[in-house]
């Protein structure tokens, strides 16, 4: 009985001692894991930081030594070009009055920010205006222009027309990029020039040169100018028209007045193609009056011929009687 009690008091000690070791090499365990845990955590960190300063370090490259090559990339790219277009329109409208839609023709494109060009106005028989004026309008206003200016009457004919003249001006500003390098040149051998004959020579090749280069400015100034501003020609005609708006229908005294208008044309026409016919005919009858004269004067020489051989015959005849 007291050998099972000494032993039993044992047996609980030994174990506890034993779980006490046990926690003891868990929390090492547990203390090397967390040391393990937080270096790798600091690897972690350190490659993180590398990560952000590589990604630093592109978005700086693409910045800085990086835009060379973004640069460089777009300069690659295909470049759009921009197309210069001429446009020019004519229109023919059959307006009540001339003078009213000349000024709303001026008002629009002056209210479009453009001009009136050349302008003329004519008057027939009837007393009726027409007009042909010349409108310049920035190319943006063109088309709202053009349909107001066909919507103030009756349209009778409209043309329109886009000339791309993009290739003309890429070429006179390539031209006149060279030209301004070679009139740089020039200038500079002047400088460099000692003796008279070459400043004499180089003053003629300048000379030469800036005259051409004025030429394309000017060129490229007119090119400009034409994409800019649209032209368009409007011709307005006045057309008479009764009360009711409709046009005037074509009466008895109409009818007469253009057969006596008629008539009055080819008696003209007559009279020119006689006056033309005159002097011919006049040549003619005095050529016939000759030719008659002539034939005439023959004639009578023939028969004087004739009668004085008859009576000589006769003559002779009676002596021999004798």
Known sequence: ??????????RPLAGLLLAAALALTGCGAGGGDSAGGGSAADSAADSAKEAASQADGREDGAYTGGASGAGGAKASAPKLTTHHIV?????????DSVPKALEAARADAEGAGGYVGDETTTRDEDGHERTRVVLRVPVERYDGVLAGLEGAGKLLERRAKAEDVTDQVVDVESRIKSQRASVARVRALMDQATRLSDVVTLEGELSSRQTELEALLARQASLKDRTALATITLSLTETPVTESGR????????????????????????????GAVLPFAAVAALLVLLWLRVVRVRRAGGAAGAGGTGGTGGTGGTGAQD
């Open 1 to 10: 009985m007291r050998a099972r009690r000494s032993v039993r008091p044992g």
């Open 87 to 95: 446009r020019t329109a004519s229109l023919t409208v059959q307006v």
């Open 247 to 274: 046009e005037d229908d074509p009466g008895f005294l109409d009818a007469l007045a253009g057969g006596w208008d008629a008539f009055v044309t080819v008696l003209r026409w007559l009279t020119v193609a006689l």
